[in-house]
């Protein structure tokens, strides 16, 4: 793995750190509903606390409009939580741009970054006041890590010192343990919405892994490249021309992408919708195809068993409704009983995970969406670039001080 400045290598006493976080977490009627994100930060927190720094949270939550604050996109509820866990009183700071005052050894959680206008658009001037605000930044977040934002990148160009927290760490290092030798066969699992959204990390995979199995309305494509009706269903029209040119690079790979034999389907998108068992053979002009059915679960169980390493995103269903869950549960459940070293990734992923408990027999689960994927597909992500020229830059002046 690349270098980073990692936060054991600084002195932190009597210095500002800012931190950011991911804190974008189910919230409801105000309250956090999980609060595994915010659990997880917790060593972050204490070590820099411990090491004498005060501490500045930065986190996103939501896609609010920016540039201006609404209560909706509040961090509130979160600042609530880490005052529980941390056992002081971590206040929320709505105007925090141009400067906060702080105690020695003080917590404070800035508003969602994203009210401020430019955030997303990586804003250069947004970037330097963030700077301003700290002697060091260590950005915490992988989820993010694929976004160049001015709290995820444009910071780091600014800020003093720039490191990697712990979190990041571990993603990246785990991350690239399992992918840069993998053991063989390697299969993935691709399912979600579309294949639009995935489409690169789709190309990239069929290049790698032994099988390539597609799912949810990224399969339904396939299926029409492979000529089946697929009816009301969920698919690309324009994307099917793409999709049989997978099908063939694939081949020419060695890498088999399998498709269903048998398909759950219903007549409407809702979740009272009565479910049909169905060979692929029969699905009619006004079904819609919404999970895999058993006999091509079983067969995907078994390719599942021969595996050795797993890397899985996207659910093969509509796994949020009852009856079109059983695919991606059983998917669930093989990940979980194979002995392959098997990683996942992605929110919806991760609440299929959470749904099917499983969570304590998948070997790796990520936190990152989006970065999970782009950094599947061998992408740099740029928030870690950023960091990677920080820590050349902060060797380099380590070493000159040393002379
Ligand atoms: P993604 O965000 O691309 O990973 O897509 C996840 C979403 O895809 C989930 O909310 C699933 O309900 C949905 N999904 C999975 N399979 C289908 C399908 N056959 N038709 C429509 N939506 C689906």
Redesign the pocket.
Known sequence: MSVLVKIADLDLSGKTVLIREDYNVPIKDGVVTSDVRIRATLPTLKQVLEAGAKIILVSHFGRPVAGKYNDAFSLAPVAKCLSDFLEVDVPVIKDWVDGIDMEDHQVVLCENVRFEAGETKNDDELARKMAQLCQVYINDAFATAHRAQASTHGVAKYAAVSAAGPLLINELKSLSKALREPAQPIIAIV????VS??LTVLETLSEKVDQLIV??????TFLKAAGYEVGK??YEPDLIETASKLIKQAEENGCQIPLPVDVICGKE?NENTKAVTKSINDVEADD????VGPETSKQLNEIIAKAKTIVW?????????DQ?SQGTESLAKAIANSEAYSIAG????IAAISKFDVEDKISYISTG?GAFLEFLEGKKLPAVDILEEAARAWTAMEKAREL
Do not use: R
């Open positions: 399912g979600g919405a579309k959204s995935k799912g949810g309305g990224i399969v339904n269903s969920l998108f819609m195809i919404m999970d995103n996207g659910p093969l269903g509509v796994f949020e409704f079109f992605g929110g919806d992923t969406g």
